[in-house]
Every structure is written in structure tokens, then in C-alpha cells.
């Protein structure tokens, strides 16, 4: 509240204030804890979202590793390259310009939490670039863990530039990883051969 306001000392007085619309009230479920149950379902961009705690993530990124071992790593680049195909779709339908599309998803891939994506180099004629991801929410998982541990983020980033480059196919190796004691995760991402 702003210097010199009351303060308001019922539910029913901030409907009273200024700019107040409409006012709901969620009793605590134990004293002095209180959730917002009227935000759902949580929604991005107009389609529903989920918050993950990392409880939650690390149990099924390391519980997968941990059964299935590098296999597992497949399966999530797998699942990170379908999504970030669809994700380019998505920033394709908002922004046109090349170079926005990538802020766009820079921005967007921070603020979910994923990590904070910096594309160094991309070379959209020969279909190359070089990328990095400064404390990945996959890979911090596996610090200490002395080798490469991306799954999810490097395939995201695949499918994002395929999508960028309209092709089917790209490699993209892991150089770099702070699993294994590098400042940030490295990529370097190139059109596979007779994907063009």
C-alpha cells in the first residue's frame, strides 16, 4: 500500500479500494499457510501449463538414469527435440524475423526455469551453431558426476533450430557440461547429411 493509505482490515473493504475488481478468499489450511486454489488451471501463451519442484524433476530425470542409464538420456533428447520443434511452431506463428524467434525462446527458456540460453553463433546458411546453457536444471543435477548429462535441453535445442532451419535432422554433441565440471553446457548443432 501506498504512504499516507489505511490499511484495509476486511476481506470486504479491498473490494472498496480503487482498481480492486474482484475479490476472492481461500481459507488457510493450517495457520499461516495458505494456497491459491482459484489459479487453475496455470496457463502460458494460452495452453495449460505445470511447475515442476525439483523434487519432483530430479526424481524423474535421475530416477531414469538411474534404472535405465544412458538409454534413458535417448529417450529425453527424444522428448526435448519433439518439443522444441513444437515450441518453434509456436514462435514461428508470433515472430517472423529469425533473430526474434531466438530472443524469444532465450527469454522464454529462462523464465521457466530451464536454464539461461545463449546462442553464441548461429549460421542459418550453413546450418551450424554453437550454443550454451549457463546452469541447466537437467544437468546441476548430476554435478560432480565427471561426464556430459544432457538429455532434454540438448535435444530441445536440436528441435528448436530444426524447426529454424526447416529440416528433419540435425546432430547436436554436448562439448561442454557443468556435470562434469565446465562453467556452462556447450552445443554444437549441424544439419545431418541429406537432411536439407
Known amino acids: ?41 496455470l496457463t502460458f501463451m494460452g495452453e495449460r501449463s505445470i511447475i515442476m519442484r525439483r523434487a519432483v524433476y530430479e526424481g524423474f530425470i535421475k530416477g531414469g538414469w538411474e534404472r535405465f542409464g544412458s538409454a534413458f538420456a535417448a529417450m529425453l533428447y527424444l522428448m526435448g527435440f519433439e518439443a522444441g520443434r513444437k ?12 533473430n526474434t524467434q531466438l530472443k524469444a525462446v532465450s527469454a522464454v527458456f529462462q523464465m ?25 536444471f537437467e544437468c546441476e543435477l548430476f554435478k560432480g558426476a565427471g561426464d556430459i548429462r544432457s538429455g532434454f535441453i540438448r535435444g530441445f535445442i536440436a528441435g528448436f533450430l530444426a524447426g529454424h532451419w526447416n529440416v528433419k535432422r540435425v546432430s547436436a554433441r554436448e562439448v561442454k557440461c557443468i556435470a562434469r565440471g565446465d562453467p556452462y553446457c556447450e552445443f554444437h548443432i549441424e544439419v545431418e547429411e541429406g537432411s536439407r
Open 1 to 41: 500500500m501506498q504512504e499516507g493509505s489505511s490499511r484495509v482490515k476486511s476481506l470486504g473493504g479491498l473490494s472498496r479500494l480503487r482498481f480492486v475488481e474482484e475479490v476472492t478468499y481461500t481459507p488457510p489450511i493450517a495457520e499461516g499457510v495458505v494456497f491459491d486454489t482459484f489459479s487453475f488451471p
Open 112 to 136: 521457466l526455469g530451464y536454464g539461461v540460453l545463449e546462442f553464441v553463433r548461429v549460421d542459418d546458411n550453413a546450418h551450424r551453431a554453437v550454443v550454451r546453457v549457463y546452469d541447466s
Open 87 to 98: 515450441a518453434f511452431v509456436d514462435y514461428y506463428s508470433i515472430f517472423r524475423d529469425p
